[in-house]
């Protein structure tokens, strides 16, 4: 590995690249693993080691231990699919690898996910289990809050560019019909790329009365976020990677009908690859004319709207973590 990736310069809080990133994971992996020696014994102990490719890595160190790796998405496809590739791109490429190969158990977020692993690393075929990501069953539960007087469609995330708000702020100018539309989610100041997104989303948003921009530096949670989504008509997840998508699960365990573009993540959870009208919600390829399309079908369309949403809540439920774990304890015992 390069030498410059073991600099001892301090951290910029402004700038922003995976060097960097790279940096600050590693020296938290080594924390980690030392923390993990002190205090457990690798005598019926499961490491579950969740994030990007760093912590999976760790199972190198902690060989003795039964590890198991789950991903939230592989930065090396990332970059591919945003057609940003940094300089470290093909040592993330080669860490991911190894990660793979160094941990007993590995997890896939989706059927689309595991093709993904494959990809990256086929020699780990037999090591992969497919576990979705799951909700808490405060979702499906009431209170259920009162929807917004106008018809609304909503949007939320991590406010980076991989989520494609853009195409959302883009969509309202083709449509005619009276709706608001709301975006919400966690901003980061601290990372150049994401600050610049996020004012970029401002640049775009001006003007437009019938739109809100809403963010955090810890995100919208809990009670907050329940009241938002129930507040919606439609949820939009027009993001251009998303390895599984909990947002669309969480929509739909509010009985919220979710457009989504045409990736592995939401096509599992909808149960199906075909773009369109789904018993959902709708696939699409992520266009401000396509979500426009979507966004007006479902306002034209009250009955559609209201039968979408019976199917989305019943979907959810089988998501719960309630009914998820018993399959994640069964895979850690293998």
Request: with cysteine; aromatic share 12%; proline share 5%.
């Amino acid at each position: 590995e390069s030498p410059k990736l073991y600099s001892t310069r301090p951290f910029s809080s402004s700038a922003h690249s995976e060097e960097l990133q790279y940096r600050r994971r590693r020296e938290f992996g080594k924390k980690f693993v030392q923390f993990i020696k002190k205090h457990f014994s690798p005598q019926k102990t499961v490491i579950h080691l969740h994030g990007f490719y760093i912590i999976p890595l760790m199972a190198r160190e902690l060989k003795e231990y039964n590890t198991c790796a789950q991903y939230h998405l592989f930065l090396s496809k990332r970059m591919e699919q945003l057609g940003k590739k940094d300089k470290i791109h093909h040592i993330i490429c080669r860490l991911e690898q190894e990660s793979l190969k160094a941990n007993k158990k590995i997890l896939a977020l989706s059927p689309g996910f595991k093709r993904e692993m494959l990809e990256i690393c086929p020699q780990v075929k037999n090591k992969i289990y497919l576990m979705p990501n799951g909700i808490e069953n405060f979702y499906v539960e009431p209170p259920f809050y009162p929807l917004a007087k106008k018809f609304r469609v909503l949007a939320w995330g991590r406010i980076a560019p991989e989520k494609n708000f853009e195409s959302i702020i883009k969509a309202l100018d083709y449509i005619s019909k009276p709706i608001d539309c709301l975006i919400f989610g966690k901003i980061d100041n601290t990372e150049d790329y994401r600050k610049k997104y996020y004012q970029k989303l401002l640049k775009l948003a001006r003007g437009k009365s019938n739109l809100q921009i809403k963010v955090k530096n810890a995100g919208i949670r809990g009670e907050e976020k329940i009241k938002l989504i129930d507040s919606c008509n439609l949820v939009i997840v027009p993001s251009l990677y998303e390895s599984f998508g909990l947002v669309v699960l969480e929509a739909m365990a509010r009985g919220k009908p979710v457009i989504a573009s045409s990736l592995p993540g939401p096509a599992y959870i909808f149960k199906t690859t075909k773009k369109g009208l789904n018993n959902y919600g709708y696939i699409c390829d992520p266009t401000p004319a396509n979500l426009a399309y979507a966004i007006e079908m479902f306002y034209n369309d009250k009955n559609l709207l209201r039968q979408t949403s019976l199917n989305c809540q019943a979907r959810a439920k089988n998501f719960l973590w309630s009914k998820l774990i018993i399959k994640l304890m069964q895979i850690y015992q293998k």
